[in-house]
């Protein structure tokens, strides 16, 4: 398997802060009024997306290029992953 390189965006050493994703979460309730999904669900969801091939830099999926910790807490989202979700 061949070493995947950076998205164009962002690089390895991209690291997002609980605090800003917390702003981010803030911004997508108020602006979009996005609901979340419950606590319970969003630690399942983001212990399969830790587990999962496509999780990559540090908090990035390699599916659909979005950051994990925030998709996961996102009620009407689903998992990316190609053929068969995980979540």
Do not use: F, H
Not at 15 to 28: G, I, N, R, W, Y
Not at 48 to 53: A, K, V
Request: charged share 25%.
């Amino acid at each position: 398997m061949s070493k995947q390189g950076p998205c164009k965006g962002c690089s390895e050493s991209i690291e997002v802060s609980p605090e800003k994703v917390e702003a981010m979460l803030q911004m997508l309730i108020s602006s979009r009024n996005v609901e979340l999904a419950d606590e319970e669900t969003s630690a399942k969801r983001l212990d399969q997306c830790l587990s999962c091939t496509g999780y990559v830099y540090g908090g990035t999926c390699k599916y659909c290029g979005c950051l994990v910790q925030i998709r996961t807490k996102i009620k009407d989202r689903v998992c990316p992953y190609p053929l068969t979700p995980k979540w």
